[in-house]
């Protein structure tokens, strides 16, 4: 049955709702106000800007990607074993949300440097990876995880398994069930982790600088390019602010194409 | 694709709960399931479609040994086993439209999608949703989805098909419907079933044998129509809309409290002093009022000296029937079917006088059931 | 107009014992951690009235950004003069003065893995080097002595500020950099040299008494303190240069 | 019924999964490789580490009760209304996860600081929130937010409002059908929410170093105290590490906690 | 706490259907409501309990007006009606206890936690689930969770009480045991419900009054046993256990194809050339196998000059029942009853002669329902 589209929500809670946006959204608004409009558009056109902008989508697109592949599996195994290995993997996997990011860069750099036992393995092979692409997509990709792996985790737990236990009755095989059952039932969770995910990788600062660096063209992602601006004696803060829009226009923008590629929830 | 024989001893603890049943189906036989609510059928059908792990006991499914308490790693996948289950809540994907739902078996299978899509078409059309096909199961009615499962599951053609009570929620129109399409699907393919089912009515039209099962323990097994007319517990009898009344063999005679029938020629099963159960129609008792004034007096006189066939009891309840109405008494619980009219004057408490033809009665002997932790059948 | 329009006895001579006392809130630079915490101690000790709050370090740009938003502060002690203009422009400070300099040396890790033995080497394409980025302080001097001494360095990367480039040569990331002399003073990890033309590039640390601090006379002492022989001393201790 | 406790996840999604971890894991095993043993004691119960573990503690607590109580509401809002509002209302949501935390703190500052029509109006009345314990709640509650808002969206969308309905049609007022029946269906959503919110709040550096400022004892939270024994020249980054680890374990502790108030999921 | 009436003119739309149907009941009166799968009895029932918004019509309970289509603000909260539903998939709230969620609304009533935990327990004693009480509903059976929903429903005691096939999926004997607490209930408190049913024995039992909805639309509403003997449409005469063949009077005679049948002097409601329908059970008809090569030449032979009550047809389907066997035989569609030996040497296609005496016939003029979109009734 199509249910009365507002639920049953008490409507008092309109006020606390209201509250909560407005906290989000007023400090936005005094970013825009500060913006400097005459400069604006050249320096959101600056080639500089464009190339950070174009690495972020690249990194962030990539580093979500690598997410899903080894998050979906990740919360699928989390979400179904017993509430003790649950309460453990949730545990670590929360581990990287806690750490300052900048403790995170330092922790990726100790893993993957030169002096390292893996740093020294992949060396020999010839791979170096702090100074890379590569290196913000893992930093990026060691942040944002666990975003997807608990959102996702929580809607696998509450849609159940008692669909899955359908469709197996019906003869469908483990794959099958993932794909058309599991997945599609949890969407709302994994589409939220998505967006977490893509949004955290894309805002990614503290880990980048320290394991990737800030190489223009190479490691340099928008938020280096913003913070860069920023600390930049010379130069005015107007230039930071403007980045700081165009990353998060761009950013809404994706999200937004994202959401319509399956608008509606299951149920 | 034709059915496989099924043979199974199953084994199962559910909290305090313990399920121990054998069940057995010949390639294309289709087999009733009956018991009282959470007499353990769902948990029986659960395990044997692989979603329940046995404790004890072992599945086949053809010549293939698919389950074994015994040995855990021999635990094939409910997918591999060629069972496919309708459980009892349906559990209708909620995110695909009825058509998909009922083509997720056939794609499941590998079945390519144009064949899968023609078949759902062809099954939405013979459980008469025609033209629904792509509404989701939150835009149809209980009954349509209900239809819907239904069509899910006999469109995966498997070798054993295992049905959780497939009709309930289905108007007697459209329920006369799909069992027809059921009947035949099952008989065209030869499937070998098992159907769960409260209606004895269902356990006819399409079974061949029935299994009785009560409190996780089988207490009957048999022909449908045998255990229908000859019903070794209570619960039997209830399906069949009989009384079941237990006494004993005395002096050729049946006897239970002051109520005494001669065995009219149907002591051959019957052992002197063994327990025997009265089997009658609730239409075959007369009742008369007793004046309410005489009941204690009626009592004391006609304690002891009865005539043969004839006891007094108090009403306990009148239900309307759409034959008329139903007097239930007690001692012994007995029901009685009388004439709209016929039931003027009787209330819950009045006194009143019941006889019974011998002729009308079958008597059968009481068989505890093996098992040590069965419940005893009751009267 | 500064307080010490408002306060008689703007400028006391150190040691001096004048009636000093309340607390005193500085912010610095990250780069002056060392040096003003002991600087603070020494005051403290002076003008026994004074109480120092915990000195909020942080990088100059952020510190500068806060101050013209309002943040409660006496004196600022910036690491470049780009920071300090942004705030006396403002109109929140006149008179910054220098206290410090600092110039740059050539950073390797332990062992010296790249054999860099002088600035030329950094233009060398098996070597890797790290530098702060154009934008900041550290990173404007750097690309001045690399200009001035003609060598074309690709940097892998453009850090955000001295110790980021500090981290990656430790962690043998790089095999050199350019940081403050300051900062590889008291760090056994790495090894350092001081090439040929860093004297020419030097950077400078201005420090100014806020308009409207709450405590004028302390903030001046303060000021004056560090401008003066105990705080240059400190200063000089830690491989600053004298203003 | 109780399922198959594995549920029917394929098993060669272990692999992945196994990866997932060894990504969040391993860097912390690097960074617990490279701990100064000796002066870690030392490091760790220094009054300043102390103070700004507890500062962190409560701020975090303080924030994550802040983004549950205008959390909550918005999610149910946005939850239950029509496809097209709630894809906008998620976008807003969103915003402040894209946002480089620095950049977040300039907003802040630029809403709430002296040079702003509301800081003035603050400042009159004689509020002054930047630099103060109050905007790290503030700046935690903006970073953190979003991650409850999301995850618990995500949770009550799955739930459906099937269970609200039957609750209404027993006779419920919305209040009742809200503790008793919404919330608790989508617990493990809310959980996870929280989870993520605190985690965030804890680990929140960016925003809290421009809005709040890094003074000791009043705004100083761990984040920004391990930032300042990296970035002290002079101090070993053995400091910095065993304030991570510091942080790290207390997190870990009270998140656990967290988790047992409330063990099973409801189905 | 006693009932109160119910008036309600409901008119809802979902996709393409459109519930149409005006319904009441007095305070204390007990309405079933029945129709085929689809025709918009849980519909109705959503509405009244203000789960669906109305696009016409108008509610009322008592002598306040609780929904108004035309007045878009006039809609009461579920949880302000006094009206309370048990809906067709019972939605047992899976985080709660047995226990817990029959005290669910009570509590929400704002009865005290002792009370109603008391309450709770006493219902789970009456549905037969003592000791069941601390299970979640996920630990329960089928049968077991529909009765906790029925206790969840009974135990908020409200005005205006919506039971939407509370009975389906229950044994015949805890069904019977159910429906006798269901009815002890319902006339103790008084309270005024309305029991979608898909059973004629539940809304015998049950109701003093039947509602009748096909596809939306209300085709008959009566005393539940005067619907029972006379059903106005097919689906009614399904309920009925009826055959119901409808034709035409002709000459004083009822006409249908080669079939015809004298009144039987039950002329006086039945106009000359008006429709008619004829009403029998399918005991009634007795059939006899006709030799089938000669089926071609019997037809026309007879087609013409059968004698009264006679006609000739297929066979169509065979089916057991309880009983014996049903045949269903076309044209026209008419089910026989046989006893199980009287079947031998039926098979589908088989050509039967069929005799029908006019004595147990009732005819019944056929109103079409007064709604412009509504269905003809079928033969
Ligand atoms: N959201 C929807 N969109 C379109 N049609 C709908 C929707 N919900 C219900 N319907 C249709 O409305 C009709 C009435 O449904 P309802 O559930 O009221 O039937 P019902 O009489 O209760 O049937 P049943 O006996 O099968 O439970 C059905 O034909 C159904 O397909
Ligand atoms: N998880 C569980 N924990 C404890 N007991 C359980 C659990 N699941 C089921 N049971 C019990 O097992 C018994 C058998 O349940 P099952 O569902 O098999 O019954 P059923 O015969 O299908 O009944 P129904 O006709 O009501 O559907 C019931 O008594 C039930 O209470
Ligand atoms: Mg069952
Ligand atoms: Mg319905």
Known sequence: MTPARAGFVPQVLLIPAIVGLALLVLPLAALVARVDWPTLWADVSSPEALSALLLSLGTGAVATTACVLVGVPLALVIARSGPRLAAVLRAVVTVPLVLPPMVGGVALLFLFGRTSWLGGVLGEWGLRIPFTTTAVVLAQTFVALPFLVLALEGSLRTTGTGYEQAAAALGAGRWTILGRVTLPLASPGLVAGIVLCFARAIGEFGATALFAGNSPGVTQTMPLAIYTAFNGAGVSQGTAVALALLLLVTAIAVLLLVRAWRPGSPR | MSGETLDAHVVVRRGVFRLDAAIAADAGEVVALMGPSGAGKSTLLAALAGLVRLAEGEIRVGDRIVDSGARRRMHVQPSARRVVLLSQDARLFPHLTAHENIAFGPRAQGIVASVADAEADEWLWRVGLDGMGRRRPAELSGGQQQRVAIARALATTPAVLLLDEPLTSLDPETGDAVRAVLQEQLASTRTTAIVATHDAVDAVALAHRMVVLEEGVVTQEGAVRDILSSPATGFAAAVAGLNRVTGRVADGRWERGGLSLGLGGQDDELREGAEAAAVFRPGAVRLERVDATTWTGTLRLTAGREAAGEWVARVVRLEQTPAGVRVHTDPPVVAVDLAPDAALGLAPGVPVQLRLAETNVRFLPVVRPASADAPAPES | ?243
């Open chain 3, 1 to 243: 107009a500064s307080q010490a329009d408002s306060s008689p006895t703007a400028t006391p001579l150190p040691g001096e014992t004048e009636e000093l006392g309340g607390t005193l809130t500085v912010f610095a630079a990250a780069s002056l951690k060392a040096a003003f915490d002991t600087i603070a101690e020494e005051f403290e000790q002076a003008n026994p009235g004074v109480d120092i709050l915990p000195i909020v370090y942080d990088g100059s740009s952020t510190l500068a950004t806060q101050l013209i938003e309002g943040a409660p502060v006496d004196v600022f002690a910036s690491a470049d003069e780009a920071n300090m203009k942004k705030v006396t422009d403002a109109g929140l400070a006149t008179g910054a003065e220098l206290f410090a300099t600092n110039t740059l040396v050539v950073v390797v890790p332990t062992g010296n893995p790249g054999e860099v033995e002088d600035l030329s080497d950094l233009g060398d394409d098996s070597v890797t080097v790290v530098l702060c980025a154009p934008e900041v302080p550290c990173g404007a001097a750097s690309r001045t002595l690399l200009d001035d001494a003609g060598v074309v360095v690709t940097p892998a990367s453009l850090e955000q500020n001295v110790t980021a480039v500090l981290t990656k040569v430790a962690a043998d990331e790089a095999d050199a950099g350019l940081v403050y002399a300051t900062d590889v003073r008291s760090r056994d990890d790495v090894e350092s040299f001081v090439p040929e033309g860093a004297a020419d590039v030097v950077n400078r640390y201005p420090l100014v008494a806020l308009a409207d601090s709450a405590n004028p006379d302390a903030a001046a002492a303060f000021v004056a303190f560090v401008r003066g022989p105990e705080g240059q001393a400190i200063l000089q201790d830690l491989g600053f240069g004298a203003p």
